[in-house]
């Protein structure tokens, strides 16, 4: 009998409630069966974790973020212990575990942790005895022992970490969807599944609003070179496997079609065309947690120039002081902010190799008259900033240039 150790995930979804969790014990159960050491790692039921920002959004609006970690941990707390003790009711000896008990180690940055190490000799207890072990997603602790929560879809990223860990070959991540495809087959009836796709690509995907991976997540897996396998938890079929391009005979020129609605683009005119003044913004804005997306200088005339950028809306709060005090000092005294934008992708490894892609992706996108407002490309990407209300049609239309 084999004694491997298994990783599996198992999103809000797939835990929604108890029928759900007896469901995912049962599959858990299989697996011990076997013979084969597993590790669960699972997330708070179904809505839980919006329904704790709601509550303490009926409190303050401004709660501190380490208050928020502590509330929002709690969610993982419940469905760990009801799948242990769905488990143990099926015979199969389970143990919960939250991140502090596992000393699960991060950098101590509230609400967006990195894990730093994890301690797995609770772990390989637990599996000297015969047990399944459930881990609670998405939290850890920093060296004070608070609680730190890793941002939102981080129980992926704790299921890989844990993978990488304890040495397994793969992490199982069980999701409501069957794996990933070439785009969001609830809105592209047409869109593919993958059976196998690159870590690279997956990468940008994720970051570029594909909701099936959290990127940080596939950044360990590429890191540690943990296969990472996409699948539902409502049937047994084989998912996507996410890997190294290595292992993957047919690249795609493009494996997948994204569009991103949650950012805004800020425009400052009339900035000095010197050394360091971008650099002086784009400092500031780090030194606030705000990522930078897409950037555009414009050619300098005159000695001045103007730059575009995008950021997510949710750091706008954050951003707008530093931003605005900005284009006082160095630009026109203001800055322009649109909302009502989204950044639409063609991802693929194959574009490597192939020629055109850029001029089909444009050409594509004029024939739907959709003007590009911004385009930002890498090696396997390549993104355009368009209007908001014209991103389904944008998408559309690229995957059945690209895909069919």
């Known amino acids: ?112 942790g990195k894990i730093e190490m994890i301690d797995r000799s609770r772990i390989d207890e637990a599996f000297n005895k015969g047990k399944v072990v459930i881990v ?55 869109a593919k599944m993958h059976k196998q796709i690159t870590y690279e690509e997956m990468l940008e995907l994720a970051s570029l609003g594909a909701g099936v991976l959290h990127s940080r997540s596939v950044e360990l897996g590429m890191n540690y070179n943990v296969v990472i396998h996409v699948r539902s938890s409502f049937h047994d079929k084989p998912g996507t496997l996410v890997m190294s391009e290595d292992k993957i005979m047919e690249k795609m020129k493009v494996s997948g079609v994204t569009a991103k609605g949650d950012q805004a683009r800020v425009t400052i005119a009339d900035v000095k065309d010197k050394p360091g003044i971008a650099a002086e913004l784009f400092t500031q804005l780090a030194n606030k947690d705000v990522i930078v997306d897409v950037i555009v200088q414009s050619s300098p005339r005159d000695g001045i120039n103007t730059i575009s950028f995008t950021v997510a809306k949710k750091d706008l709060t954050a951003a707008k002081p ?36 850029a001029a089909k992706m444009f050409q594509s996108l004029a024939e739907k008259n959709i003007n590009i407002e911004m385009i930002s490309t890498s090696e396997i990407k390549i993104s355009c900033v368009i209007k908001q209300n014209q991103a389904e049609d944008a998408v559309k239309a690229l995957h059945t240039t690209f895909i069919g």
């Open 1 to 112: 009998m084999s004694s491997k150790i298994v990783v599996q995930k198992y999103g809000g979804t797939s835990v929604g409630d108890t029928t759900k969790i007896q469901n995912v014990a049962k599959r858990i159960k299989r697996y011990h069966d076997e013979g084969q050491k597993v590790a669960v790692v699972v997330s708070a039921m179904g809505h839980t974790t919006d329904e704790l920002v709601d509550l303490a959004d009926q409190i303050s609006k401004n709660p501190p973020k380490r208050e928020m970690d502590m509330l929002l941990s709690t969610g993982e707390q419940v469905s760990i212990a009801l799948l242990a003790i769905a488990l143990n009711e099926l015979g199969v000896p389970a143990q919960s575990f939250t991140g502090s008990q596992l000393k699960i180690l991060t950098d101590g940055n509230f609400s967006n």
């Open 322 to 357: 530093i931003i605005e005090a900005y284009a006082k000092d160095h630009g026109n005294g203001k800055a322009e902010f649109d909302e009502n934008i989204s950044i639409v992708s063609a991802v693929g490894v194959g574009m490597k190799s192939h020629v055109g892609v």
């Open 136 to 190: 609670a997603g998405f939290q850890g602790i920093d060296k004070d022992e608070n609680i730190v929560t890793l941002g939102r879809g981080g129980s992926d990223t704790s299921a890989v970490a844990l993978a990488a860990a304890l040495g397994a070959d793969e992490c199982e991540i069980y999701t409501d969807v069957d794996g990933v495809y070439t785009a969001d087959p609830r809105k592209i009836p047409t």
